[in-house]
């Protein structure tokens, strides 16, 4: 394994939570195997006494039955017979302790006054093995020390300790190599992110990860982060838009504005000198105007003023741009009317709601014949609410009103009309903001813009583009 | 009142501070300059200034934490905030620290000017008993009503708005965008220049047939309410 392969799991999660996880189990599986292993050696030590005090009955009855010749015949027979397989011993004792007859010679002396010491079980070591013995009264002058070796508890012990020690090691090279399966499936999943991510950083925008098409987990975040790459882009392009439009947009201007300043540099006249520097100062100060508003649109557009958004009256807002344009609707002979209100309240931002309505009635205003009307509606429902803004000027012909969108597109018509172009671009931008659109329709004859608002902004943007900013009629 | 302001200008960006440096000493005022956040600190809090132009990204120290410093400290100097960050939330939070009014960039010289003339000499035709009274013309905030040379003038509630901030603002030239700030609430540049029909509605009906105007324009950079041309 190289050293950076190495380096890699050294520091993956997933191989630390394998670990973790096959810690825990090796944990869990001793602690069972010495519970298992404790309560057999349990199990089988019950065994051996009810066995053995089934002996120590036998051979009280025997007594009982035959007396003590009976008995001591009974001890010296089974010594005779030597049977390996026999685990117990016998040995029938005085009151002081002295054997009469025993079946294994090979016993400690003090057996008898241990036993008697013991009251109860005496444990002690016999031929390597571990022994238990115990005592039961023969009348009133002998007693029967009766005993086992508990190999079988021994064997039994080592053939437990065997299981669980291949138990453990199987277990555990399991867990290793589940663990290490684990995390190559999940390094499998998560390096074409990696590479996606290195790849995009490089520069290359349009690379997008694959989908496995299974809907877990990892297809999610990868569905997630191509969609997010897809807003980026768009974005990205939106400022490379920008940029391109203003650039082109602007060169002439400052050409212009050159021109001027030259004309300027070389003009005797005093008086004309200064009407020259007025109207210099006029273009830059359109000039900067356009970079406001071409920036102010880029900002909406990157959607990052939903922190700022709050419950507007829309109401309130319509009343107060009529009383803004009044005196220029009075000026220029036209009638600025509201044909319906109701009270209707969205989340969004004032300012931009404001300029957007401010903006569709500035262009009505513009177009509108004299002594025509130019008229604000506001309908609302439980989903949308909907700013309407009608003039019987010559309205915007169908295959226009797409383009009409767009930043720095003039109609033909307005060519030399100072305001750039931008005006209904904004009002786009502040539409798709609160999650609206903007609509173009034919007044007959006239236009009629229609600003629509979602009632309710979700605070995420929802997850399909919505293309275009114009929705279908 | 005065005429000539001592002025600091804390600015990093070289040009810009010479710019306005050279046009607010040709309007008569002194002025000092600090090309970073630290000595320009120091040098608000050392000395005593009419208005304080701060620009929000300094190197050593922002804008905004200048601000907020000198307002702790208890020093009352009106503080114009310049910005290339025009959010509204940017403007929100350069006023919440304790500015007093917010520029952003790209300006045009003369809106600087009359926002420093307006911050330094603040707004002052005090209200006696609710009335502002300049030459004949006698404004009753209370009832709403404007009297000018003995006669009635019937106002609608946007011009008595428009009215009342050139009043409170008298002597000073005002740009249309602090006008749109101050009677209606807006930071935008609307596409026609609604301002000036506003205006022209109001000098009509306050200006025409007195004996002498009172609303005057300035070119290039707004309008003034005062008596006398």
């Known amino acids: 394994m190289s050293f950076a392969k190495a380096n890699k799991?050294?520091?993956?999660?997933?191989?630390?939570?394998?670990?973790?996880l096959m810690t825990l189990m090796s944990v869990a599986f001793l602690l069972l195997g010495a519970f298992l292993y404790w309560g057999m050696i349990q199990l089988m030590e019950r065994d051996i006494w009810l066995r053995l005090d089934g002996e120590l009955v036998a051979a009280q009855s025997l007594y009982a039955g035959g007396g003590m010749p009976r008995l001591v015949t009974h001890v010296n027979e089974r010594r005779s017979r030597d049977d390996p397989y026999d685990e117990f011993f016998f040995t029938i004792a005085d009151k002081d302790c002295q054997p009469i007859a025993t079946t294994d010679i090979g016993l400690p002396g003090d057996l008898c006054e241990q036993v008697l010491r013991a009251d109860g079980w005496y444990h002690f070591r016999y031929a390597r093995d571990d022994a238990y013995a115990r005592s039961r009264p023969l009348g009133t002058d002998h007693m029967l020390i009766a005993g086992v070796l508990a190999i079988e508890v021994e064997s039994a012990r080592y053939l437990m300790r065997e299981i669980l020690t291949w138990g453990l090691f199987l277990g555990i090279g399991l867990v290793l190599?589940?663990?290490?399966?684990?995390?190559?499936?999940?390094?499998?999943?998560?390096?074409?992110?990696?590479?996606?991510?290195?790849?995009?950083?490089?520069?290359?925008?349009?690379?997008?990860?694959?989908?496995?098409?299974?809907?877990?987990?990892?297809?999610?975040?990868?569905?997630?982060l191509n969609e997010m790459l897809d807003e980026i882009q768009r974005l990205m392009d939106g400022i490379r838009h920008v940029a391109d439009t203003i650039a082109h947009d602007l060169?002439?201007?400052?050409?212009?504005?050159?021109?001027?300043?030259?004309?300027?540099?070389?003009?005797?006249?005093?008086?004309?000198?200064?009407?020259?520097?007025?109207?210099?100062?006029?273009?830059?100060?359109?000039?900067?105007?356009?970079?406001?508003?071409?920036?102010?649109?880029?900002?909406?557009?990157?959607?990052?003023?939903?922190?700022?958004?709050?419950?507007?009256?829309?109401?309130?807002?319509?009343?107060?741009v009529v009383d803004l344009y009044e005196p220029l609707a009075d000026e220029k002979s036209l009638s600025l009317c509201v044909s319906s209100m109701q009270r209707c309240s969205i989340d969004g931002d004032r300012g931009l709601?404001?300029?957007?309505?401010?903006?569709?009635?500035?262009?009505?205003?513009?177009?509108?014949?004299?002594?025509?009307?130019?008229?604000?509606?506001?309908?609302?429902?439980?989903?949308?609410?909907?700013?309407?803004?009608?003039?019987?000027?010559?309205?915007?012909?169908?295959?226009?009103?797409?383009?009409?969108?767009e930043k720095f597109y003039r109609l033909d018509r307005e060519s030399g009309d100072p305001g750039a172009g931008l005006g209904l671009s904004l009002v786009a931008a502040v539409a798709k903001l609160h999650d609206g659109g903007i609509l173009l329709e034919d007044h007959r004859p006239g236009l009629r813009a229609i600003l629509v608002f979602q009632r309710r902004v979700v605070r995420e943007k929802p997850a399909k583009d919505t293309e275009g900013d114009t929705l279908p009629s | 009142m005065k005429k000539h302001l001592r002025v600091l200008v804390i600015e990093d960006d070289r040009r810009i501070a010479d710019l306005v440096k050279k046009r607010l000493e040709h309007a008569g005022h002194v002025t000092d300059h600090a090309g970073d956040g630290r000595t320009g600190l120091a040098a608000a809090m050392g000395r005593q200034y009419d208005v304080l132009v701060i620009d929000r990204l300094l190197p050593h120290?922002?804008?905004?934490?200048?601000?907020?410093?000198?307002?702790?400290?208890?020093?009352?100097?009106?503080?114009?905030?310049?910005?290339?960050?025009?959010?509204?939330?940017?403007?929100?939070?350069?006023?919440r620290a304790g500015g007093d009014d917010y520029l952003v960039k790209p300006f045009a010289s003369e809106e600087l000017l009359a926002r420093i003339d307006a911050l330094a000499r603040r707004p002052h035709l005090g209200e006696h008993e609710g009335r502002m009274i300049v030459a004949g013309l006698t404004v009753d905030l209370i009832s709403r009503s404007v009297f000018r040379e003995g006669k009635a003038i019937r106002l609608k509630p946007r011009e008595f708005r428009l009215l009342e901030y050139l009043l409170r603002h008298e002597g000073m030239v005002v740009t249309r965008e602090m006008i749109l700030e101050g009677v209606w609430g807006l930071h935008f540049d609307p596409q026609t220049n609604i301002v000036d029909v506003h205006i022209s509605g109001l000098r009509r009906k306050v200006d025409e047939g007195f004996s002498e105007p009172l609303i005057h324009t300035v070119r290039g950079i707004g309008y003034v309410l005062r008596k006398g041309e």
């Open chain 1, 9 to 20: 799991l050294r520091r993956s999660t997933t191989v630390r939570l394998a670990l973790a």
């Open chain 1, 177 to 224: 190599i589940a663990s290490m399966l684990m995390a190559t499936s999940i390094e499998r999943r998560l390096e074409p992110m990696n590479r996606m991510s290195r790849q995009i950083r490089l520069g290359n925008l349009s690379s997008r990860i694959p989908l496995r098409n299974s809907g877990d987990e990892f297809d999610r975040l990868a569905q997630n």
């Open chain 1, 251 to 320: 060169r002439t201007p400052l050409t212009v504005l050159r021109g001027q300043l030259e004309d300027l540099r070389d003009e005797p006249d005093r008086h004309t000198m200064a009407e020259r520097t007025a109207h210099a100062l006029a273009d830059v100060d359109r000039l900067l105007a356009i970079f406001a508003a071409s920036l102010r649109i880029a900002q909406i557009e990157a959607g990052n003023r939903r922190v700022g958004f709050a419950s507007i009256e829309l109401g309130d807002v319509v009343a107060e």
């Open chain 1, 353 to 405: 709601v404001f300029q957007a309505v401010s903006n569709l009635v500035d262009n009505a205003m513009r177009f509108a014949p004299p002594r025509s009307a130019v008229e604000l509606a506001l309908d609302c429902d439980e989903q949308v609410a909907r700013i309407s803004v009608s003039d019987r000027g010559p309205g915007i012909p169908e295959h226009e009103r797409g383009k009409v969108l």
């Open chain 2, 61 to 95: 120290m922002e804008g905004l934490e200048i601000t907020s410093r000198l307002r702790d400290a208890g020093k009352t100097t009106p503080i114009l905030l310049l910005s290339a960050l025009g959010e509204v939330d940017d403007r929100v939070k350069g006023l």
